[in-house]
């Protein structure tokens, strides 16, 4: 888990608040990764960012609005959830085309 | 998009026995990679084999690949306590750089 940060590591949050997760890598890697992990559900790639722009987007409901100002920041921004929206939410970072990714140790989610 | 498999879903063995677990994937594949995640913590990468590579090994660690049949296990030899977690297989396609998992294996290691 050393390398890559997310805070906080625990939110609870009712469906009519605003609320952003943070991640920080101090690895040096240019490509940065949103994960969300339900249970018994494989982690689900919500969004990459390559360079600093978005590059994949997999149909992630417009109620998460990611945003990555630099190679080593990125953020997610929340508002309007759904109890459903409720998970593990995972950053990752790797150099970009070399495979590895290592993994922040996550935001666990609740959404009242 | 392609995703590994893991089988079987939930292992449960002593400490000192072996563990097996296979994943099998659909399309061609670049690279396939094995993660461990302690409860409710981050995943943390294991070790990587690539596509023209049949055998690896890390330490306990050993990984096989079978790209004719499209699987690939993962051996944890002499288990630990400390090797309770969940095991996942992801795989790599060609030009990209995006990891498919798996649904994830169950190990648990008995004292």
């Known amino acids: 888990e050393t390398g890559v940060t997310q805070t906080p590591r625990h939110l609870v949050m009712g469906m009519t608040n605003k609320k952003s997760l943070k991640c920080e890598q101090h690895?040096?890697?240019?490509?940065m990764y949103w994960y969300k992990q339900s249970a018994k559900k494989p982690l689900e790639l919500m969004f990459v960012?390559?360079?600093?722009?978005?590059?994949e987007n997999n149909s992630v409901p417009s109620r998460f609005s990611p945003e990555c100002p630099n190679s080593s920041h990125l953020f997610l921004h929340l508002h309007t959830l759904q109890p459903e929206d409720s998970a593990l939410y995972l950053c990752?970072?790797?150099?970009?085309?070399?495979?590895?990714?290592?993994f922040g140790p996550g935001t666990r989610l609740t959404v009242l | 998009s392609q995703q590994g498999e893991e089988d079987p879903q939930a292992l449960s063995i002593q400490e000192g026995e072996n563990a097996t677990m296979n994943c099998s994937y659909k399309?061609?594949?670049?690279?396939l990679q094995w993660y461990r995640q302690n409860s409710g913590r981050g995943l943390v990468h294991l070790i990587l084999?690539?596509?023209?590579?049949r055998e690896k090994h890390s330490g306990r660690l050993r990984v096989t690949l079978d790209t004719s049949k499209k699987s690939s296990s993962l051996l944890i030899t002499a288990s630990r306590a400390a090797d309770t977690a969940s095991y996942f297989c992801?795989?790599?396609?060609?030009?990209?750089?995006?990891?498919?998992f798996g649904k994830g294996n169950q190990v648990v290691v008995i004292p």
């Open positions: 084999i690539r596509s023209n590579e």
């Open positions: 690895l040096g890697h240019n490509a």
């Open positions: 990752a970072s790797s150099q970009v085309w070399q495979g590895e990714q290592f």
């Open positions: 960012y390559s360079l600093e722009e978005r590059v």
């Open positions: 992801a795989t790599v396609s060609y030009g990209n750089n995006r990891l498919a």
């Open positions: 399309t061609s594949i670049n690279n």
